[in-house]
């Protein structure tokens, strides 16, 4: 079950904080996202201290806990607070796109483009250079950077052709990123106006919505041995994996439903029967509950665990048959290998 209520975000952000204190090797993604939960749930004073309770710990990722720090401390009023902290982060320059892109969406969240506009682009020439591919983060940053341009009314340049270039949504990034586009087709029709710029504000909740969580959904993947072991344990689950095909099957066309329904960041977690005992033995709960299933994925993914789904066409599987994922489940007929 997915937290939707802000009670329901707490209590999901409580149970990861209780995780964290048996998992202590995992703890940093593990109260990230705890954090994060206790935003959506607008705890936002509990989330702050979580953040400081991270950064006195020598965290492996400081400058994306301060800059999700930053964002969080601004939407409850502590802006001078917020706008040191960018400041340290932009001064101390980090190489990861991850911060900078929260940083940026933070200021342009406040209405400060021109500022918003300087942090995309000093990441942007930062991290991106001729010789280097993107990846879906610094990719992120220059469609960032676009919308802002847009915004501001700014001309294309080159990195905006590149994000146009890239993006692969069923709205051109040009149409998605332009509030005005309605004004410039001639309409006068306030309602169309309306509507436009409530698409806009949509796609950036969206984003938004995405950075507060940035952990991959992940889908349970069990390896054949351990899935025969864990039927056989526990044969109520048998009507939740009729067959190891069907499940690697089910796998796959659950991410590629995620997928298409715009969700980002999804991952394949593995399990195995011993780890599922102790987790459902940690969460007072019998192995034998189907519900069960989808917190232990959830659990695997906050401790770090998630391995990025899609692969590229050429990389092995995650089925682990051995063949390249275009040949086995990634194969685009959808006629599962494996
Ligand atoms: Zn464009
Ligand atoms: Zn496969």
Redesign the pocket.
Known sequence: MRPDTPAEHIAEAERLIRTATRYPEDQEPLLLQAAAHLELGDARERASTLYDQLLADAPANPHLIKALQAANLWEYGHEAEARALISGIRAAAPTDPAPWEVIAEALEAHDELEASHECFTEAATLLTSEDTPLTRATAALLTGR?RV??LLGLP?DEW??V??TR?SGPI???EL?DPKRIWALGSDDPAELRAEIARLRAELGDRRAALSRPFPVAILHWPQRELSELVASYPTLAAEYPSHAAHLAATEASLRALAASGTTNLGIVTGSVPSYEAFAASEKTSPASPSLLAEYATTLAARGKATPWPPTPTTPCWCTSGKPYAECHGDASGAFGG
């Open positions: 676009h341009r847009r294309h905006d052709m994000a146009d993006h051109p990034l040009d990123h």
